[in-house]
């Protein structure tokens, strides 16, 4: 039996071989959090939106997140090497997309303020975290990327975040739980 042909299990569902959209299918049912990294660059702030991250170590405060090979923004988030995590919350899908799309100005139309490192904080994001770059290491079609936390924190008036989970968007945990259960 091939790897990429269907192998049966015992009491669950069939499974398969990977490829490009069945693991975007599948690991689209894992929800996770959206966030913006943001940096000041010699030609004006900069940032990308990204679903993978997570918190790796507390001690010393490290977080990792995985920008795709093919980004523009990445190389110049990278010579900045201090940068802003900027988690976001149910009210900013827009934001999210902004970031995502190709555009040339994406600070233009949104609020934010310089954080000590000098990397735009979103205004309405749930978290921050100024963080510095400590290294990279190449994983297929991205980037795994290691930043150490120096300062942080949370917007204490918003409680939910931007949800994305089987490729859409929700504003907060519940959204996304009933959306899945219609």
Do not use: K
């Not at 269907?6 to 959209?21: I, N, Q």
């Not at 923004?73 to 009210?91: F, H, K, M, Q």
């Not at 939910?160 to 739980?177: E, K, N, Q, T």
Request: some cysteine.
């Amino acid at each position: 039996m091939s790897a990429t042909q269907p192998v049966p299990a015992s009491d669950g569902p069939a499974l398969s071989g990977p490829d490009a959209a069945l693991s975007r299918h599948v690991l689209g049912h894992y929800p996770t959090g959206v966030a913006v990294i943001t940096a000041d660059s010699p030609t004006g702030p900069v940032g990308l939106s990204i679903n993978s991250f997570t918190s790796v170590s507390l001690e010393p405060p490290l977080v990792l997140f995985c920008p795709a090979l093919n980004s523009s923004t990445w190389p110049v988030l990278r010579e900045s090497g201090t940068i802003a995590i900027n988690v976001l919350s149910a009210g900013q899908e827009a934001v999210s997309r902004l970031f995502a799309a190709r555009v040339s100005d994406r600070f233009a139309s949104i609020d934010w303020t310089p954080g000590e490192n000098g990397a735009p904080l979103l205004t309405d994001a749930l978290g921050w975290l100024e963080c510095t770059v400590q290294a990279e290491y190449p994983a297929g079609d991205h980037t795994v990327v290691l930043a150490r936390i120096d300062r942080m924190g949370v917007h204490r008036e918003i409680d939910d975040p931007l949800v994305f989970f089987r490729g859409d968007y929700f504003a907060g945990i519940p959204a996304a739980i009933q959306a899945d259960a219609d």
